[in-house]
């Protein structure tokens, strides 16, 4: 292939939409989390613990994180999480006609994460309960894809989980990617996001799973109601289902005002450049492209 054709084929493939490329970069984003988290729980659900346990579920799923955002960090923010951007436009980081494409963007990509997870593991889960797809009981596999409450957990009980791990999880991401704040070094935020999670999965997950991400639980549940699971992926639980999708938006509403109130709203003014050249933020809020 010639430069000249090279140069040409790129011309024809190149999205210069940013909210097109925004909409990619999520899409891909969260695809990568629910393929690889959700790929740990797999892995470890049926393999019947050989492959691995809840230590392992919680590191996947943090690298799982850390990899999403290396990937659509640069184009979007690697939100990757419909709390975090409703987190963002809700503070004013980012603008409101930009929810829709993102969130639909996460939500697509975990559903089709959560297709690559069901294909890549098929046989694994044929044979794991001879053919059988359970909800519950000691063979229930759809655990793997979405998060189910423990037998104990009280709805209200449940929903103060997901409010309270969201919000810590937000007001972490707000912190680490804060310029004016101690941060972290340039390049090393989805690292310092990831062992955010394997903190919040430690600490705050026995009750339900700590799903913090309403794309990550409702769009792989609707592939498995679809996949052959049945409509007990909504009933069960006492109709638990939407406490992973509401808790995590009022959470991660909550704990980015948290931040903003007792953290950024007081960091003093920033020193004006003497060149003249504005000092260079590495933020979530400036990994995308405003301009669209």
Not at 80 to 107: E, S
């Amino acid at each position: 292939m010639t430069k000249k054709t090279g140069q040409s084929l790129k011309e024809k493939f190149v999205v210069k939409n940013n909210l097109v490329k925004a909409f990619l970069s999520e899409f891909l984003g969260t695809f990568i989390l629910i393929a690889l988290g959700c790929g740990s729980v797999a892995q470890a659900v049926l393999s019947r613990g050989a492959w691995g346990g809840v230590q392992m579920i919680s590191t996947g799923f943090a690298m799982a994180v850390t990899f999403g955002v290396y990937v659509a960090g640069g184009v979007s923010g690697g939100h990757i999480n419909p709390a975090v951007t409703f987190a963002m436009c809700l503070t004013g980081k980012m603008k409101w006609i930009k929810f829709p494409i993102y969130v639909l963007a996460q939500f697509l990509g975990a559903f089709v994460g959560a297709a690559a997870v069901f294909g890549i593991n098929y046989d694994a889960l044929m044979h794991y309960d001879d053919g059988k797809l359970s909800v519950t009981g000691i063979n229930a596999t759809a655990h793997i894809f979405a998060t189910y409450p423990a037998p104990y957990l009280s709805m209200i009980n449940g929903f103060a989980d997901q409010v309270m791990s969201t919000a810590i999880l937000l007001l972490g991401v707000f912190a680490i990617f804060d310029a004016s704040n101690i941060g972290m070094p340039k390049g090393l935020e989805p690292i310092g996001v990831g062992l955010l999670i394997i903190l919040l999965t430690s600490s705050l997950a026995m009750n339900s799973g700590a799903a913090m991400n309403p794309a990550r639980d409702l769009a792989p549940r609707l592939f498995t109601f679809m996949a052959g699971w049945g409509v007990e992926v909504f009933t069960a639980g006492n109709h638990f289902w939407w406490v992973p999708v509401v808790g995590p938006m009022i959470g991660g509403a909550l704990g980015a005002g948290i931040y903003m109130l007792f953290i950024e709203l007081h960091h003093a003014p920033p020193e004006p450049s003497h060149n003249n050249v504005p000092h260079e933020k590495y933020e979530l809020t400036n990994m995308e492209d405003d301009r669209c």
